[in-house]
T-cell receptor, first 115, second 112 residues
Framework: DSGVTQTPKHLITATGQRVTLRCSPR?????VYWYQQSLDQGLQFLIQ???????AKGNILERFSAQQFPDLHSELNLSSLELGDSALYFC??????????????FGPGTRLTVL | AQSVTQPDIHITVSEGASLELRCNYS??????LFWYVQSPGQGLQLLLK??????LVQGIKGFEAEFKRSQSSFNLRKPSVHWSDAAEYFC??????????FGAGTRLTVKP
């Protein structure tokens, strides 16, 4: 158990809909990272927040947004969903600002299925 | 552009046998290199990483990896595989989190 929790575990929705994925980092970690793992694209970094501020941005679509709240939990919002958004979405956390020098601890993921 | 290739999609080894998982990369500078393991239903866990220095890196769970600059490789090894090592293994390269590239993964099956 990494100490990172993600809810829900599974989510099934329809095209065009909007969903929110939630992540609680390990106690004391200030950075939260979001990743997408799909069959065709593999594992891709989406975005990082550090203590409430956006820190780094990857291949995140404009239809997707994230935020980190004062209690350090984070939410990833996915809107106007398409079939290709079906994937496993991971959250990770780390103590410091660098996802390279500081080990990232991954949650178990949320599996999103868009029908 | 940087990229990571894991040539083996699936490997099967017998319990107690040695293991080597291959990783080749393409990167403009000396890269930072990582190996992660993903067990079924779990997130990724960092096994080991290479930044600089000694090219043989020791990690957790008895794994090691060797950086070979001339071959652009960072292969993962374990001398004796346990049934609990069955998982998916990912190699990654990058200097910053937003330029990290992950390989497609190698699925390891361990035969009793």
């Amino acid at each position: 158990d990494s100490g990172v929790t993600q809810t829900p575990k599974h989510l099934i929705t329809a095209t065009g809909q909007r969903v929110t994925l939630r992540c609680s980092p390990r106690s004391g970690d200030l950075s939260v990272y979001w990743y997408q793992q799909s069959l065709d694209q593999g594992l891709q970094f989406l975005i990082q927040y550090y203590n409430g501020e956006e820190r780094a941005k990857g291949n995140i679509l404009e239809r997707f947004s994230a935020q980190q709240f004062p209690d350090l939990h984070s939410e990833l919002n996915l809107s106007s969903l398409e079939l290709g958004d079906s994937a496993l979405y991971f959250c990770a956390s780390s103590a410091g600002t660098s996802g390279i020098y500081n080990e990232q601890f991954f949650g178990p993921g949320t599996r999103l299925t868009v029908l | 552009a940087q990229s990571v290739t894991q040539p083996d999609i699936h490997i099967t080894v017998s319990e107690g046998a040695s293991l080597e998982l291959r990783c080749n990369y393409s990167y403009g500078a000396t890269p930072y290199l990582f190996w992660y393991v993903q067990s079924p239903g779990q997130g990724l866990q960092l096994l080991l990483k290479y930044f600089s220095g000694d090219t043989l890196v020791q990690g957790i769970k008895g794994f090691e990896a060797e950086f070979k600059r001339s071959q652009s490789s960072f292969n993962l090894r374990k001398p004796s595989v346990h049934w609990s090592d069955a998982a998916e293994y990912f190699c990654a390269v990058g200097e910053r989190v937003n330029d990290m590239r992950f390989g497609a993964g190698t699925r390891l099956t361990v035969k009793p």
